[in-house]
């Protein structure tokens, strides 16, 4: 276990110093979490000691990341404001976000209550796919939602194939469920944020599978939303 603890955290340091933060920030977690059952399993009161002290250096560490990361979500200048009137069409991600995937986005938090509906989860697939083709340095996609309660857990084994389809290029996606959770944005680790007032889910359905907008989403009718891209120069520090 201690050997276990070893790993994670010395891979959370590494992450953390080149600028990875979201995958530190979990593997800070497991590793802490390793470290206090070594914890409660040692007698050796100088060794119990050791590893309470061990704890406590890299809460800290975690501590700082996520105070990192709040900045992110709060701080930050205007850089582009898009209001999407109703029927709209040519707002395909590609042209939302396209400019803002570089190859400097190592890490990608998608903040999106509904992905519930095959419809839903298409959507973040279809952002993950233009995420991968425009983002060569891309490694970490941590994706935050709410739970389905269907028993049938449609939405588990399509996060678990999606999981598996990443992992082929090399990038690991971390799903995290929360019962209340409301904003929905995009933070990118190159610096920006997206928030969108209908999140990934702004797009029509088509009236038909054989007309326009059926595959390419520029062709695709969209729900009126509003658009704001933020940028924070300090979450583009490595």
């Not at 994670?8 to 593997?27: H, P, Q, V």
């Not at 900045?71 to 009137?85: A, F, L, P, T, Y």
């Not at 803002?100 to 938090?109: F, N, P």
């Not at 059926?214 to 695709?220: D, E, Q, S, T, W």
Request: aromatic share 10%; charged share 30%; net charge positive.
């Amino acid at each position: 276990m201690a050997q276990i603890a070893i790993t994670l955290l010395t891979k959370a340091i590494e992450y953390d110093m080149n600028g990875r933060k979201l995958e530190s920030l979990k593997l800070y977690e497991d590793g802490i979490e390793a470290l206090l059952k070594e914890s409660k399993a040692e007698t050796d009161p100088k060794r119990k000691q050791h590893f309470q002290n061990k704890i406590l250096e890299y809460m800290n560490h975690a501590e700082k990341v996520k105070e990192l990361i709040s900045r992110w979500k709060s701080r930050g200048e205007i850089r582009d404001q898009i209001h999407v009137v109703d029927g709209a069409t040519g707002y395909s991600y590609h042209r939302v976000f396209g400019k803002y995937l570089s190859e400097e986005v190592k890490e990608i938090l998608i903040e999106e209550p509904y992905v519930r509906e095959h419809h839903q989860i298409c959507n973040v697939v279809m952002f993950c796919e233009l995420a991968v083709s425009s983002c060569r340095g891309l490694k970490f996609i941590k994706l935050l939602t709410v739970r389905e309660q269907k028993n049938n857990d449609e939405q588990g084994r399509a996060f678990q194939t999606l999981r598996e389809s990443l992992k082929k290029h090399g990038i690991e996606l971390l799903v995290e469920y929360s019962a209340h959770m409301h904003d929905r944005q995009i933070m990118l680790s190159n610096g920006y944020v997206v928030k969108i007032g209908r999140g990934l889910n702004y797009f029509k359905p088509t009236p038909s599978k054989y007309c326009l907008g059926a595959f390419n989403y520029h062709y695709r009718e969209c729900r009126e939303t509003n658009i704001d891209v933020f940028y924070c120069p300090e979450n583009n520090k490595t």
